[in-house]
């Protein structure tokens, strides 16, 4: 996505997230992929996956399936996760975006499933951040990239993402 699509499509998105909820009209079943080792991380994977489940959308939460699991049955259960998922959005923030999402960016690639890439990392303001590994960027469906946006920014963009999915604009 050129850095002018990505600026219509966020100005787009957040002028009609009010309508965002009727205008997705099936359910869909997503993986939700970021990192999860600190609090701020699981607070904020928690904060957008509760807005996604109430827009109507069935979300698979690693750190929610993963407690007191080995790193066998972790393995297993996201596995299983982005199988059962339509496609996955995915928290690629940071210098370097975390190993286990950029595995599991591959990995629903491979499936042949959509992907929403998201980065709000500021340092892209000041042009600290870097460019996207290609081998993320080109696996995309969508790429969101809105430094130091809103939780509230965020989740539009995703719900805005989601309904060009499911119309086909993608």
Request: glycine share 10%; with cysteine; charged share 20%.
């Amino acid at each position: 996505m050129t850095p002018s699509r990505a600026i219509r499509f966020k100005r787009t998105a957040l002028r009609g997230a009010h309508r965002l909820h009727s205008a997705i009209l099936t359910a869909m079943k997503l993986y939700f992929a970021g990192p999860l080792f600190t609090t701020p991380e699981r607070d904020w994977n928690a904060e957008v996956t509760a807005a996604l489940r109430a827009a109507g959308h069935e979300v698979f939460l690693p750190q929610e399936q993963e407690p007191g699991q080995d790193g066998a049955g972790i393995f297993a259960t996201d596995v299983g996760g982005i199988d059962w998922a339509d496609g996955l959005v995915a928290i690629v923030d940071g210098a370097d975006p975390d190993a286990g999402t950029c595995w599991e960016v591959g990995y629903t690639f491979g499936l042949k499933k959509w992907i929403v890439l998201v980065r709000t990392d500021m340092r892209a303001l000041a042009g600290l951040a870097g460019d996207y590994n290609p081998m993320l960027s080109e696996a995309a469906t969508i790429r969101i990239d809105v430094p130091a946006a809103s939780t509230v920014q965020v989740i539009a963009m995703i719900l805005g993402g989601l309904a060009r999915i499911e119309a086909g604009s993608a």
